[in-house]
């Protein structure tokens, strides 16, 4: 092309805009509109009547049909938007489909975030407010904003429409979805973790969970204005990662535990290794010595997997300061108590269980799944001398995340592990706003490690934030 242009559609220029006069392709628009971002539109629900539906549907295909790929590909998000409602209009006009302004902008909407994006999820991705979006089939679509779970009008064409957009999730990580491998874990390009499920294991359609992550990473002094922790507590966790204590951070799915971890972490010396295992990289670790570990499932031949526990042996290789494993779930606790015993204090991970004492026989369960032969009483014994503290959270009844126990290993009385519950939450009543209202009894004992406060000059400061709560 002598003008330099781009073909965008495949077809005759003349047959798709009606005329190389008016082909903005071929020539160079006088002074066009500011181009808004995709992100600015409103995505605009169309008609959902059978004969309406039949046309705009005719009109999307006649579209894709016309578009090339590669020139697609190319173009920026503003500039194709453009195009792509350009294109729309006139084939409007050829095949007598009467759509106002505001259809035109839905339907090219809703073309680019398909080609670009994640089709119907885009808006939501977008939206900052909310935390989870969970997809349940091609009709059903429900997010959770405010710790509130709500069913939004957000709908997918059909399965084949929700499966390709799953596909293209898993294939944006080098991962697999489909008949024979229905499983994903995977994440998304701003670090937003996705499960995915597909049928036969997914009766109703294909499901998408996708966990986002704040853009703006959240720390302590968030999480204090969120309620979720006070400013003791916080200056307690602050002095304990800093002391480079191995720190457990237990709760239920959805209750903050890697939030509260990506928090721990900023208190983690610029100048240390850290080594970070998970099962789909979603750690927001601001230091600039780490190593990012992920595992990987098998193959359709059923080969090439790794676990988290080859990841966590292989990081023992890797001279790290700390290792950090996103979720242990099952026979890497093992491995994870033998690297807190082996010099890489301030180790950290998160586990899934209802309190701080229910996490130590989770803990224990997981290690005998390694089938190392020990008696349960050695296994409590290294778990004693492995974990330092346990950061429990909840998310409660009126959306809120909370931390509700931080309790301290403070070793064994025979059989039995002697827990230390240095902050303990209790709930006092309700506000007229649905908030829960609560209090926090402290314990100021000595605590085990207090040798390790005093190496690092902390105990002071430890036993001043206790004073304060």
């Known amino acids: 092309m002598s003008d330099g242009s781009l073909p965008i559609f495949g077809r005759r220029r003349s047959e798709t805009f009606g005329g190389g006069a008016n ?13 808004q971002p995709v992100a600015d539109y409103a995505r605009i629900p169309l008609d959902t009547a059978p004969t309406v539906r039949a ?6 295909n006649l579209c894709l049909a016309r578009m090339d790929a590669t020139a697609v590909a190319s173009l920026p998000a503003e500039r194709l938007l453009i195009e792509v409602e350009r294109l729309i209009s006139d084939l409007a006009t050829e095949k007598r489909v009467q759509l106002n302004a505001r259809e035109q902008r839905a339907l090219a909407t809703e073309l680019v975030d398909d080609m670009l994006g994640l089709g119907p999820l885009e808006p939501l991705l977008l939206d900052d407010t909310i935390n989870d979006i969970m997809v349940n089939g091609p009709e059903k679509t429900f997010v959770e904003r405010g710790g509130k779970l709500l069913q939004v009008p957000v709908r997918f064409r059909d399965w084949t429409h929700l ?9 944006s990580v080098g991962r697999r979805v489909d008949e024979s491998s229905p499983m994903c874990d995977a994440r998304l390009k701003d670090g937003s973790r996705v499960n995915i499920v597909l049928p036969p294991l997914a009766i109703d359609g294909p499901s998408i969970s996708i966990r986002k992550f704040s853009k703006k990473p959240i720390d302590f002094e968030k999480l204090i204005q969120f309620g979720a922790l006070t ?3 916080a200056r307690v966790l602050e002095i304990a990662a800093r002391c480079r204590l191995n720190i457990i951070v237990s709760g239920g799915t959805g209750s903050g ?11 983690i010396d610029v100048a240390e290794r850290i080594v970070t295992i998970e099962d789909a990289a979603e750690l927001q670790l601001q230091q600039p010595h780490v190593v990012r570990l992920e595992t990987r499932p098998a193959s359709l031949e059923g080969k090439g997997e790794v676990t988290a526990r080859d990841l966590v042996r292989n990081a023992l290789r890797m001279r790290p300061d700390r290792v950090i494993i996103g979720e242990t779930r099952g026979s890497e606790a093992f491995d994870m108590l033998q690297a807190m015993n082996t010099g890489h204090d301030g180790s950290m991970s998160t586990i899934h269980a209802n309190n701080t004492r229910d996490a130590l026989s989770r803990i224990e369960n997981m290690v005998q799944m390694s089938s190392m032969g020990l008696t349960s009483r050695a296994i409590k014994q290294q778990i004693c001398a492995a974990v330092n503290l346990i950061v429990q959270v909840e998310r409660q009844r009126d959306g809120g995340r909370r931390v509700i126990q931080v309790t301290e290993i403070a070793g064994m009385e025979g059989e039995t592990q002697l827990l230390n519950d240095i902050f303990k939450m209790e709930v006092t009543g309700e506000s007229n706003t649905g908030r829960l209202t609560v209090r926090y009894e402290v314990s100021r004992i000595r605590s085990s490690f207090q040798e390790r406060l005093q190496y690092f000059g902390l105990d002071r400061a430890w036993a001043n934030a206790l004073e304060q709560a």
């Open 23 to 35: 082909n903005p392709v071929m020539q160079q628009v006088a002074a066009p509109p500011p181009p």
């Open 55 to 60: 046309e705009i549907a005719e009109l999307r």
């Open 257 to 267: 535990k890697t939030t509260m971890m990506n928090a721990l972490s900023r208190f």
């Open 231 to 233: 400013p003791p507590m």
């Open 163 to 171: 499966t390709n957009i799953c596909q293209r999730i898993a294939a």
